[in-house]
């Protein structure tokens, strides 16, 4: 240690002036670090204990502007007459829900009251009912018959089939509903025990699980013909996140991934028209987060992935089979992670009015073909980050490399090709909010039953998760779609599939109601 001092010693300089420049430099260094330290425990502060909002106060981006192209100001947005929602108060009443009509009359005592009675109408009102989910045995009585046929003598008795899982005595309605309560609802087991405990049920946790675990497996059948029309989709989005995993032989939970996958975009029909290209999720369960799973995935995948810079998806945008779109919510929140700090320089702020007038552009397009989003993000949002950019690039020099507002400028300027490609495309969003929607089920069901006791576990929930996504995607009720697949699947041709997919399917039953 002491010779290593004395060489450092050695090689500075002697002149006055470079011994202040380095002091200088390694002042501005540190200050760089310190002031990420600081961000970061600050991040993390609020990640524990503060708001999830990301709304700046109300003033908050009001500043006097700095030199360098301003960033725009605040249009002026009219808004269409609306009818305002409803804050307290009766909630609206879903016309195809069932009814049940109850009739009232006066009583005989006060009919007597009057000379003469004639009934001219009546007054409706409407109250919501629930009535807690009914547990009941349906007894399946299978005809037996002696028969005889050319002399011979059997025993002859008609099929059914009383349960999707060999050797169990859940219906597919119970099935279903184990399932949509794990993955939908985020109930733990231990939690569905006690809830049919009050019913007069007793199911083993154990039980429930193998009832779990066994319909998915059976769902599983679809995932090659879910996953073939992900793999199709003209715009792909993908994402992952963590799932805790339990081995044997391991004291500690291990970190898996759940990557999903998430169809989206428009094409073009035989007659030139666009058609919306049908969204459905598609999730991959992995021990790991090694690359060479999204690149296995993506092989075959042509056309625009939305999905952010991880170097994972590297691979496949080196190969040229697929383009990078980046989402700008991702770039909007290391802005605001600056912007809410106090204290904080205003050029994150400014930053984020830029990104702001973005999103009132997009507020226009709903509705418009993808050639008319496209021709509106050329005259009017194209000019408008060619300003961001050069703001950007002019104000990049004066903020410190290694604090957070430095980085995020950074990881704006060296990504903008892929945050400017969705001006290239009207198929394309701005973000991926689509499938951060998607994997927050995952995160809320996460923190309910903490993790997957085997892979085995993992992999159901990747088919169960994909299933039922698809179906919210699809704007289908979750349990009225799985308990009428488990009833038919056995039934199903396997090469036609497809058509028990949620955007392709078509209710045996009338279970179905909107989500």
Known sequence: M???????????????????????????????????????????????????????????????????????????????AHQRKRCSGRPALPADLPRVRQDYDLTE??????????????????????????????????????????????????????????????????????????????????????????????????????????????????MPALKAHVLGAPVMFADDTTLKLLEKGRRTARTARLWSYLSDGAILDA???????????????TTTREAIHPTRFLAKFHGFLQADDYAGYHETFRSGRAQHCLCWAHVRRRYFDVARESGASPLAAE??????????????????????????????????LADFRAWLEGHYPSVLPRSALGQAFAYTLSNW?????????????????????????????????LFAASERGGQAAAVVFSLIESCKLAGIEPYAYLRDVLQRLDRHRMDRLAELLPFNWKPASDHLHPV
């Not at 007659?271 to 369960?285: L, N, Q, T």
């Not at 973005?358 to 005259?379: C, F």
Request: proline share 6%.
């Open 2 to 80: 002491h010779a290593l001092a004395a060489a450092e010693i050695a090689a500075l300089p002697r002149d006055a002036d470079a011994l202040i420049a380095i002091i200088v430099e390694q002042r501005q260094q540190y200050a760089a670090v310190l002031e990420s330290l600081r961000q970061q425990l600050a991040k993390l502060q609020r990640m524990t204990f503060g708001s999830r909002s990301e709304r700046l106060a109300g003033q908050a981006l009001l500043f006097t502007t700095l030199p360098i192209p301003a960033p725009p100001k605040e249009g002026t947005t009219t808004i269409a």
């Open 271 to 285: 007659e030139g028209r666009w058609r919306s290209y049908p969204r459905a999720a598609y999730f991959e369960f």
């Open 109 to 222: 005592e006060q009919k007597a009251g009057f000379d003469r009675l004639v009934r001219i109408g009546e007054v409706v009102s409407s109250t919501l009912d629930v009535v807690p989910q009914k547990v009941l045995v349906i007894d399946h009585v299978r005809a037996k018959y002696r028969a005889m046929k050319d002399g011979r003598s059997s025993i002859v008795v008609a099929e059914a089939q009383p349960s999707p899982l060999a050797k169990s005595n859940a219906s597919a309605g119970t099935l279903a509903h184990v399932l949509a309560s794990t993955y939908a609802d985020g109930l733990p087991l231990t939690r569905q025990e006690k809830i049919f405990a009050r019913h007069g049920i007793e199911l083993s946790k154990t039980t429930l699980c193998d009832w779990k675990l066994g319909a998915a497996e059976k769902l599983a059948v679809l």
């Open 417 to 449: 090709p892929a945050l400017l490609r969705f001006t290239d495309d009207g198929i394309l969003a701005p973000d991926s909010n689509l499938i951060e929607r998607s994997i927050r089920p995952v995160a809320v069901a996460r923190k309910a039953w």
């Open 351 to 384: 930053a984020m009015r830029f990104i702001a007038a973005i999103y009132r552009i997009e507020a226009t397009l709903p509705g418009l073909t993808p050639d008319r989003r496209r021709e509106v993000r050329q005259a009017e949002t194209v000019p408008l």
